[in-house]
């Protein structure tokens, strides 16, 4: 993997350490020293490593990392079981 992989992969990471939560516009915007294309292949190239999830929100995508993906999760899981009992 080339140099400007990792550094697009850490800038991804990065950004959602500070952020916790980005739509990819916003990471395109914030990080205008990387092309769209660099930036897409890094969210696929993390998302295969589970370490971020995407969830589709209208006409874009919204990420997240993946600890606080099993965190959010749960969450809601167990505000489906509260509203059922």
Known sequence: MGTRNVDA??????????????????????????SW????????RLSRK????LHRAGLSYQIRPMNQERAFGQEQHHE??????
């Open 50 to 53: 589970n370490l971020i999830a």
């Open 80 to 85: 489906e079981l509260v509203a059922h009992h």
């Open 9 to 34: 992969d850490e800038a991804v990471l990065n950004m959602l350490q500070r952020y916790e939560v980005l739509m990819m516009e916003d990471l395109i915007i914030g990080r205008p020293d990387f």
């Open 37 to 44: 294309a660099q930036l897409f292949l890094a969210i696929d």
